[in-house]
């Protein structure tokens, strides 16, 4: 009754901004979490690609007591070990020469973009202020990074945004290298497509981006917020590739569930900043970045990579191995997966959970799998079985009629 009484509660003082199942969420272990009514779940959401390390992990709660019991807030305002340590490690294991911290992805595109604009402004002149963006993409919600997302579902609410973005059609080479112009001041792009889909960019494209921008002079800014910190089965989504971009956001699994995101950039874009330029009271803070840290570490791991490529070719080949209804294409890298199907990816999520298994949605029609890193073999037999029954019962009626 109290977990009735809470989600009705929900009603009432929660702004209409999600549509949840009725269900009560009070603890997780591992790849589990459980209802207020002690039934257990089989995560594949992860928090969105967030919890890396699954939930309630013992390293990482030991890390958020001590340090919860040292210094937990300070502000940007001054130096903290954490975070230093943090940037060190960020830059010690990317192409990048410096960090910026912030609280979300949505926020590390904001920030990546107002650094693109004061690059361009201080190498070329105020002339220079267009963006290239994506058909599918996803980027945030925040109007700057709204701006640079694509679907009109998301964008037209909220009308007018930010001018001077071009969308060209992901991976079409000729289209991109024609809307990249002497007036653009950076491209952003996500090298596998979350939201969108599940969408992997060739290499061709990403290649084809690169040199554009090197002869225009602009900055390729790569969203790896959810295809990045080991995702895809390497450390960053642009090693599989040979492609380094100019600047690089990432948020969701940084801190295996606390908010942080960090945008890393190369020396020569940090040259366009000074104090003042962007800022943000909470990020960074000491307690964010300790926890950061420890997973970061952990992501880092070769063995724990190769785990990723090793369960992720598994999970790839035993979906391609049933013969589920409705499925028209399956798509993407390491633990990043899409099911591509014919009829509603949400019927096929809610049937799902019905059967005690967490998945998502990548736009109406994709079904989206990205359970923690730490997920086993065994783990994937048992979310398949309840997938395939789950796909059956939602997507029969829908077979049937065509």
């Known amino acids: 009754m109290e977990a009735e009484a809470l989600i009705a509660l929900a009603e009432r003082v929660l702004a209409p901004t999600y549509r949840r199942p009725p269900v009560l969420f009070t603890h997780g272990e591992g790849m589990y979490v459980y209802d207020a009514n ?34 937990v807030h300070l502000s940007n305002l001054y130096h903290t070990e954490p975070h230093l340590r943090l940037a060190e490690a960020l830059v010690a294991h990317s192409f990048a020469d410096r960090v910026f911290f912030c609280n979300s992805g949505a926020e590390a595109a904001e920030a990546a973009l107002k650094f693109a604009r004061k690059f361009a402004r201080l190498r070329f002149g105020p002339h220079k202020t267009g963006f290239v963006a994506f058909t599918h993409s996803f980027h945030g919600r925040t109007m700057g990074a709204l701006s640079v997302t694509e679907k009109p579902a998301y964008r037209e609410p909220f009308a007018p945004l930010i001018p001077g973005v071009t969308f060209v059609p992901f991976n079409d080479v000729e289209a991109a290298q024609a809307s990249i112009t002497e007036a653009t001041c950076a491209v952003i792009v996500e090298p596998i497509q979350g939201e969108g889909g599940v969408n992997v960019a060739s290499p061709e494209f990403l290649r084809a981006l690169r040199a554009r921008c090197d002869e225009v002079g602009a900055l390729l800014i790569f969203d790896e917020v959810q295809c990045g910190l080991g995702r895809t089965g390497t450390l960053w989504a642009y090693e599989a590739y040979g492609v380094e971009p100019d600047l690089l956001t990432v948020a969701k699994p940084l801190a295996n569930g606390l908010p942080i995101g960090a945008v890393l950039m190369r020396e020569a874009v940090a040259a366009a900043l000074q104090p003042g330029d962007h800022g943000s009271t909470f990020a960074g803070g000491p307690l964010v970045t300790a926890v950061a840290l420890h997973v970061f570490r952990r992501l880092c791991d070769p063995a724990f990579l190769a785990h990723v490529r090793e369960v992720g070719e598994y999970l790839m080949a035993r979906l391609r191995a049933l013969a589920l209804p409705g499925v028209k294409e399956i798509r993407g890298r390491g633990l990043l997966v899409g099911i591509e199907i014919e009829g509603d990816a949400r019927a096929v999520v809610a049937a799902a959970l019905e059967r005690g298994l967490l998945i998502t949605t990548a736009g109406d029609t994709v079904v989206r799998l990205v359970p923690p890193l730490i997920v086993e073999r065994a783990h994937i037999d048992e979310a398949l079985g309840i997938l395939e029954e789950a796909m059956r019962a939602a997507l029969s009626s829908h077979v049937s009629h065509t």
């Open 38 to 71: 002690g039934r257990r779940y089989l995560d594949f959401v992860a928090g969105i690609a967030v919890c890396a390390l699954g939930h309630a992990d013992p390293g990482v709660a030991q890390v958020v007591a001590e340090q919860a019991r040292r210094l």
